[in-house]
């Protein structure tokens, strides 16, 4: 808000200025959400990993787990279909390695 003032009314005199600044009160984020709102806005809730055996007695579409980039390739080099199979159901999160500088994307597809 204060920053679109400015940029419309770019000639303020210092007086004005610091008019405005001395005014100006931060209000804080409002958090006055209907919680029937608010659960349309999650649609996967983050959890620890704990197998794909779980995972498929569970059936939980909406669980997503997270995997560094190596062991994202450790289970596509050792459990290929449950890999698939798990992401067939849920989400997977893959983050890069901290080597990765560039702005090339995890392939699965070429180790």
Do not use: C, W
């Amino acid at each position: 808000m204060l920053l679109y003032f400015f940029a419309f009314h770019p000639l303020l005199t210092k007086e004005e200025e610091e008019k405005i600044f001395a005014e100006y009160s931060y209000t804080g984020a409002t958090t006055n959400i209907h919680p029937l709102l608010s659960s349309l806005v999650n649609y996967t809730h983050p959890v620890k990993f704990a197998g794909f055996d779980i995972a498929e007695m569970n059936d939980l579409h909406f669980h997503m787990s997270s995997f560094s980039e190596s062991t994202g390739l450790g289970y596509l080099k050792q459990s290929a279909p449950e890999f698939v199979n798990y992401n067939k159901r849920q989400l997977s999160r893959i983050y890069p390695k901290g080597a990765r500088v560039d702005s090339s994307n995890f392939l699965p597809q070429r180790p």
